[in-house]
């Protein structure tokens, strides 16, 4: 029996969505709608809203809500809409699947809990909360290095069995479980690629795509790598999952991941503050740094467009 919701829009390239702030810190709806817009105009498949990049376990719920309905605003519709609603409370994840659900988002994803270290029947109560409260689709989103919990087969086969959960957000580093998990839900429950720097061996094992947070600094790059897996040219991927993995080591040597990130994308004309703390931004220092990665950053744009 197929699926009733149209699974075709979450495959392939999916960005992870990063916060938009102003110069107080304060979520800026206007940089929201222009980064929306800048992916939009770039190609991709879709947005991840409020999750590790979107530093969604960082804001409020208010807060939360306000980026997703700026997004849903700006490209409701034109892409697939993923909103993540993982909250450590139960009842604050609920809240905010509705609210995603009254915005018209494609659909929710949640990760475990945090900090408390539950049992499996603890963190399925709590996804199974957030799956009944919408008639949205579900995206199981597993990241156990930031969680503390791993998803094991077993579990996420009983889950794959409920109509409304149609996939899985992959983030652990073994694309070993990733196969697994494509083979335990079927050949139509979904399998999103979660490490960026190995978007290309989660494809070649089963993955119907990705959502990853590097997307967002370089959706040119991972496009092209998409259009060679599709085009079986492994060769010519492989090249560009290398380049990706360039830029990301890169960016890696930054004080944080996002800090790096939103300096890189001020360069590429669009400002989205600084990461909240305790997330550190790039320092005046790393400036130097930034210029050089986005100087072949550009370069290797203008050879995937080529």
């Not at 496009?223 to 360039?246: H, M, P, V, Y």
């Not at 890169?250 to 890189?264: N, Q, R, T, V």
């Amino acid at each position: 029996m197929g699926s009733q919701f149209d699974l075709d829009k979450f495959k392939g390239v999916i960005v992870a969505f990063y916060a938009c702030y102003d110069e107080q810190g304060e979520i800026s709806t206007e940089a929201v709608r222009k980064l929306a817009r800048l992916y939009k105009d770039a190609g991709v498949k879709g947005l991840y809203v409020g999750g590790s990049s979107g530093e969604g376990m960082l804001q409020s719920a208010a807060e939360r809500k306000l980026v997703l309905e700026a997004v849903m605003e700006e490209v409701g519709g034109e892409l697939a809409v993923i909103a993540h609603v993982g909250a450590p409370s139960t009842r604050e994840s609920v809240e905010l699947a509705k609210h995603a659900e009254s915005v018209k988002a494609d659909a929710v994803s949640a990760v475990p809990s945090i900090y408390y270290r539950l049992s499996p029947a603890s963190v399925e109560a709590h996804w199974r909360a957030m799956i009944d409260s919408t008639s949205l689709p579900f995206i199981i989103y597993h990241i156990p290095q930031l969680t503390g919990f791993h998803l094991s087969t077993a579990m996420l086969t009983k889950l794959a069995a409920l109509d409304k959960v149609i996939g899985v957000k992959i983030s652990s580093e073994s694309t070993y479980e990733l196969q697994q998990f494509k083979a335990a839900g079927g050949p139509e429950f979904l399998v999103l690629n979660g490490p960026d720097e190995q978007y290309l061996a989660g494809r070649s094992v089963g993955a119907d795509g990705g959502i990853g947070g590097t997307y967002g600094v370089m959706p040119e790059l991972f496009l092209k790598l998409e259009s060679c897996i599709r085009a079986g040219a492994w060769d010519e991927a492989r090249d560009w999952q290398f380049k990706i993995n360039e830029i990301i080591t890169d960016l890696l040597k930054f004080p944080s991941l996002y800090g790096g990130c939103k300096a890189l994308l001020r360069l590429r004309g669009i400002d989205i503050g600084q990461p909240r703390l305790p997330l550190l931004p790039a320092t005046e220092q790393d400036q130097e740094a930034v210029q050089a990665l986005h100087d072949k950053l550009t370069a290797y744009i203008r050879q995937a467009q080529a």
